[in-house]
């Protein structure tokens, strides 16, 4: 109910979740359009699959790093705290936030997609779209938290990174161009990142729906991993945090 009200009364959440990314997927669809006509459709719907997934992981990340900080810049982060709330409930309740509105996002641009791009999204079969969402929500997820880590640690001076941090890793994820244009060194630190996997295993899709299991399984594992990763880093930033007082500044 909380980040409800927060995102119906500010025009900045409603243009960073919902207007910027559906503008993005207009301006990659004229792309595709272009495309299509040069390097042919399945290039263009690369594209096309890409920016519309990559939604996913940009807005949860996002709800969760700048659904904390709007508490900060409201001097609303300690009255939260004192209540009964765990740390995991907070945590767990801006990543359900964030799965619907990436999930709002994903259908109106996959309607657009279809009506002005003539793409179809459900091509790629309604089960790998779910294990696609299902594993770039929890990478989106975990994300978040390592960006909650260093705000708590660090403050709001690097409150930048809450929403231009995650676009430092997207080259590395192969969104938009399958990972082998990508030289050596960065092609074996592509496959690190769990959505490597979804989006080639998503370009794949495009031509087959079968479902594509063993980067969805790569996936899922490396999540987890990343999961527990980012839980022991967010206990110990957020327990340093306390002791060096950072925490009761930042609403300072």
């Known amino acids: 109910m909380h980040e409800m009200f ?14 910027y990314p559906l503008w993005s997927i207009i301006v990659f669809g004229f792309l595709t359009i272009y ?6 459709a399945i290039v263009a719907h690369y594209i096309l699959i890409g920016m519309i997934l990559w939604q996913v992981i940009n807005i949860t990340q996002y709800s969760i790093a700048v659904g904390c900080l709007w508490d900060v810049w409201a001097r609303n982060l300690t009255n939260i705290f004192i209540t009964p709330i765990s740390i995991a409930e907070y945590l767990v309740s801006y990543a359900i ?57 660090f403050g709001t001076r690097i409150q930048a990174f809450a929403w231009g941090l995650i676009t430092f890793f997207q080259p590395l994820m192969a969104v938009i161009y399958p990972v082998s244009i990508l030289p050596e060194p960065l092609k074996t630190l592509a496959y690190v990142f769990p959505p490597t996997y979804i989006f080639e295993a998503a370009r794949i899709s495009i031509n087959t729906a079968q479902i ?17 990763l980012a839980v022991t880093f967010f206990n110990y930033m957020f327990r340093k945090s306390r002791e060096i007082g950072q925490f009761a500044k930042l609403e300072g």
């Open 97 to 153: 936030s964030g799965a619907i509105k990436a999930l709002i996002v994903i259908i109106l641009g996959s309607i657009l997609s279809f009506f002005v791009f003539r793409f179809n999204i459900l091509q790629l079969g309604l089960i790998n779209l779910l294990l696609y969402f299902i594993n770039l929500l929890l990478f989106a997820f975990t994300f978040g938290i390592i960006i909650l880590s260093l705000l708590f640690r």
């Open 6 to 19: 927060v995102t119906r009364h500010s025009y900045e959440v409603i243009n960073d979740i919902v207007i």
């Open 212 to 228: 594509q299991w063993s980067a969805v399984l790569i996936a899922i594992i490396l999540n987890a991993i990343w999961f527990l």
């Open 35 to 40: 495309l299509s006509g040069v390097a042919g």
